[in-house]
T-cell receptor, first 114, second 113 residues
């Protein structure tokens, strides 16, 4: 049982390039999330999907797009990467939105933009 | 504006002793709090949570205390073990925001032999 799987684990991009970060969960969870973690800061929510077919903006959505491809998969796209998007990106899932639904995280994608 | 603050970036505790990790928050709408543990090169793992209707929640060696009037919560680990060495994040969610979490900056705990 893999839980939440993120690909790739590492990536280096040049400014202006595009990239899609992939996330898949095998726990039959309804809700999925994308976060970024920067040095000296906590995880910040970029986008989330309450259920298949819905997506909503989080705290820092600018520069990103998401697709909830199906119940298992939730991808994050950078259309034109900028150095400010250098970060560690975490995908998470939970059974549903709401209290008492702890989020399960993947191991992250370390993205550097030159 | 950091709504969830963990003012101690690091903490070192001897094995067998109590570890106390602290977290302060400023948003009075927060009513559900969680602690996550993170090892290097891994994602955060849920540890324990507490609702604002309680002031204490216990799970094995881990206890979370909530002081709503002070807007403060703490995580106690007793006894501390070397495997507890990790970064601990406090997180909070506000009424009406479902599972949207606001995280603190984390405290690195080192448990020494």
């Amino acid at each position: 049982n893999a839980g939440v799987t993120q690909t790739p684990k590492f990536q280096v991009l040049k400014t202006g390039q595009s990239m899609t970060l992939q996330c898949a969960q095998d726990m039959n969870h309804n809700s999925m999330y994308w976060y970024r973690q920067d040095p000296g800061m906590g995880l910040r929510l970029i986008y989330y999907s309450a259920s298949e077919g819905t997506t909503d903006k989080g705290e820092v959505p600018n520069g990103y797009n998401v697709s909830r491809l199906n119940k298992r998969e939730f991808s994050l796209r950078l259309e034109s990467a900028a150095p400010s998007q250098t970060s560690v990106y975490f995908c998470a899932s939970s059974e549903a939105l709401g209290r008492g639904q702890p989020q399960h995280f993947g191991d992250g994608t370390r993205l550097s933009i030159l | 504006d950091q709504q969830v603050k963990q003012n101690s970036p690091s903490l070192s505790v001897q094995e067998g002793r109590i570890s106390i990790l602290n977290c302060d928050y400023t948003n009075s709408m927060f009513d559900y709090f969680l602690w996550y543990k993170k090892y290097p090169a891994e994602g955060p793992t849920f540890l324990i949570s507490i609702s604002s209707i309680k002031d204490k929640n216990e799970d094995g060696r881990f206890t979370v205390f909530l002081n709503k009037s002070a807007k403060h919560l703490s995580l106690h680990i007793v006894p501390s073990q070397p495997g507890d060495s990790a970064v601990y994040f406090c997180a909070a969610s506000a009424i009406g925001t479902a599972s949207k979490l606001t995280f603190g900056t984390g405290t690195r705990l080192q448990v020494t032999l």
